[in-house]
């Protein structure tokens, strides 16, 4: 089946510090890729959709300028929470749309201190 | 506002009994329903899906029912297995969204034990 990377896996940082979290479909390619939320024991909230060579179409709530979203490629889709704050801990998972499926990454924790 | 609810946050069965997870959605215009599977440290896996024409869709153990009436889908495995212990989120979409994007539940943590 195709497959989905992420990376890092897990990352800690400092308040105030901006972080990156890649997205690769590894054996296909990608025009649409999904960045999803979830915080403990709830569901995952998609927060935007990703389109190669556009602008990311940010769901109600979800505040652009914060969380930069870039397809650079066909295969990679990138996630930068900037100036995280302790409240932007959560576990952040990216899918990619393969044909009429979408197929999750395995995710990226990030704790935020 | 929860589009998509899954009440029980864990169940626990016996090995060879039937598993049942349900989950209730309040959006009328959701077409077609997904459930997931998701393993400690991985991303959901798909499992089944169902679209609204149907009210039942079965591949192997898996079968999933939907009553569009009550707005309520159930997800049956039978037989269990301990290698089905897992969280299973259903999810929702719909034609007006392209069918991208997907509601989640909040999942229910299934447990099969010996």
């Known amino acids: 089946g195709a497959v989905v990377s992420q990376h890092p896996s897990w990352v800690i940082c400092k308040s105030g510090t901006s972080v990156k979290i890649e997205c690769r479909s590894l054996?296909?390619?990608?025009?649409?890729m999904f960045w999803y939320r979830q915080f403990p024991k709830q569901s995952l909230m998609l927060m935007a959709t990703?389109?190669?060579?556009?602008?990311?179409?940010?769901e109600q709530g979800v505040e652009k300028d914060k969380f930069l979203i870039n397809h650079a490629s066909l295969t990679l889709s990138t996630l930068t929470v900037t100036s995280a704050h302790p409240e932007d801990s959560s576990f952040y998972i990216c899918?990619?749309?393969?044909?009429?499926?979408?197929?999750f990454g395995p995710g990226t924790r990030l704790t935020v201190l | 506002d929860q589009q998509v609810k899954q009440n029980s946050p864990s169940l626990s069965v016996q090995e060879g009994r039937i598993s049942i997870l349900n989950c209730d959605y309040t959006?009328?215009?959701?077409?077609?329903f997904l459930w997931y599977k998701k393993y400690p440290a991985e991303g959901p896996t798909f499992l089944i899906s169902?679209?609204?024409?149907?009210d039942k869709n079965e591949d192997g153990r898996f079968t999933v029912f939907l009553n569009k009436s009550a707005k309520h889908l159930s997800l049956h495995i039978v037989p269990s297995q301990p290698g089905d212990s897992a969280v299973y989120f259903c999810?929702?979409?719909?034609?007006?969204?392209?069918?991208?994007?997907?509601?989640f539940g909040a999942g229910t943590r299934l447990a099969v034990h010996p």
């Open positions: 899918s990619a749309r393969f044909v009429n499926e979408q197929f």
């Open positions: 054996d296909f390619q990608a025009t649409t």
């Open positions: 990703s389109n190669e060579g556009s602008k990311a179409t940010y």
């Open positions: 959006n009328s215009m959701f077409d077609y």
């Open positions: 169902i679209s609204s024409i149907k």
């Open positions: 999810a929702a979409s719909s034609f007006s969204g392209g069918y991208n994007k997907l509601i």
